[in-house]
């Protein structure tokens, strides 16, 4: 009998611990497949839908998907939306192709969505009719629904491919970055090699940087060049310019600027201590401003300091570029298209490229150059100029103080110093 009674309470209660009904009420919430990958086909169509994020700034609209279309295979969309308990509510859907695809196939996508009437919408997906069952569909999350500014600067970097493995760079970067006042990078990751993979989980660890898996390589057939045909693929440069719109929106409601640029380039500032005593400067005179650009200018990565001043023996065996050891600017051929990257006020964007802001809702700012631009440690641009011609330009020294130690407890963290040098820290 005590058997008994102890087996039936012991079935009692495991019974009532069970998950099987929070399953079912996840079920009944959202009776359809529901996404939460970062790259999500969509059925019956060529296309392929990354997020979708509250977007009331266009006029009729509340809903605004961000995709890669196929170009030549557009058809009528409908948005199907899960309303709290309800789902397959439908409305017709707006879509727009980025003009800036590079002649790809595909290309960055918006597609415009109005809500139903009385539908506090959680997630959606598209129809290519409006009597198709929903429930056959993937639906993706709604973003931005009440998100709260917490940032200043956000930095996003558009994909990491090919193995990239460029660590001291990356962490001097990231480290000078901080210096500057920035509060979070956003970088989009195909693939990395395995010591900078260990430093991107170190920073993810921290807070610092949010790293957004993207492997479009499992959909597409990615280019690794910008112009179509002479580099082959499906999409430009990885979905360079998807990513850089998707890590707007993803910024749009909890940062007051967002910076785009590679992760070999500084957005550097040379009249200000940081980016935020910057634009704390020239956000004011400029309230109307929505994109700030910035110009372009390589230090040419094959030009050494000749003091080796800053070739520490503890980077020595980091694989990457020490920064600090390139001090000579080239000045920009003008009189060819010479590129620029930006800082955006995100709530005043609508689509970007990768140099310039495609639609926005505000004006345009150039910095003079005097007051801000672009180090760019990499290949020479012109590399038939002379060491003589180049300028010499210590502006990354002026941080040397409190860059080095904070690099230095970077690479400790993430285990990518020599054991013999981590004990000297």
Not at 206 to 218: A, C, D, H, N, S
Not at 346 to 373: A, M, N, W
Request: hydrophobic letters at 35%.
């Amino acid at each position: 009998m005590v058997i008994l009674i102890y087996s039936m309470a012991t079935e009692r209660t495991t019974t009532a611990r069970s998950p099987i009904p929070k399953l079912q009420q996840k079920k009944d919430i959202y009776p359809v497949p529901i996404s939460e990958e970062s790259i999500t086909p969509l059925k019956d169509t060529k296309h392929l839908l990354v997020s979708a994020f509250m977007d009331r700034r266009v006029k009729g609209f509340d809903i605004r998907i961000i995709g890669i279309f196929r170009r030549d295979s557009i058809q009528p969309l409908h948005c199907s939306f899960c309303c709290g308990s309800v789902f397959n509510q439908t409305t017709p859907a707006t879509v727009l192709i980025h003009s800036d695809h590079f002649g790809f196939p595909y290309g960055a996508t918006d597609v415009l969505c109005p809500l139903p009437k009385n539908c506090d919408a959680s997630h959606l997906t598209l129809l290519t009719k409006p009597s198709a069952n929903a429930s056959e569909h993937t639906f993706i999350p709604i973003r931005n629904k009440s998100e709260k500014i917490r940032f200043n600067f956000t930095v996003c970097i558009s994909t990491l491919f090919g193995d990239y493995n460029n660590v001291l760079q990356f962490a001097q970067t990231l480290e000078m970055y901080k210096l500057l006042g920035v509060d979070r990078v956003v970088v989009y990751n195909t693939s990395c090699g395995p010591e900078l993979n260990r430093l991107l989980e170190s920073y993810s660890q921290e807070g610092f940087l949010e790293v957004v898996p993207w492997p479009i390589g499992k959909f597409l057939k990615p280019s690794t060049g910008w112009r179509f045909p002479e580099h082959e693929g499906d999409l430009q440069y990885f979905g360079q310019i998807v990513t850089l719109n998707e890590c707007i929106y993803r910024s749009m409601e909890r940062s007051r600027y967002v910076l785009l640029n590679d992760i070999d380039e500084i957005i550097m500032p040379y009249k200000h201590d940081n980016l935020v005593s910057l634009m704390n400067t020239l956000g004011p005179q400029h309230p109307n401003v929505g994109e700030f650009l910035i110009e372009n200018h390589v230090f040419p990565k094959q030009h050494f300091e000749p003091s080796k001043r800053f070739h520490l023996p503890q980077w020595e065996k980091v694989p990457g570029v020490n920064i600090l050891e390139h001090i000579y600017r080239e000045d920009p051929d003008r009189s060819v298209y010479h590129p620029h990257k930006m800082i955006v006020r995100p709530k005043l964007i609508e689509q970007t490229s990768v140099h310039e802001v495609l639609r926005k809702f505000g004006e345009r700012y150039k910095f003079p150059l005097d007051v801000c631009r672009i180090i760019h440690v990499r290949v020479a641009l012109r590399g038939y100029l002379k060491l003589e011609e180049l300028h010499e330009d210590k502006r990354l020294w002026d941080f040397q103080e409190k860059l080095i130690p904070n690099v230095d407890k970077a690479l400790k963290r993430a285990g990518l110093l020599p054991a013999e040098e981590q004990n000297k820290l």
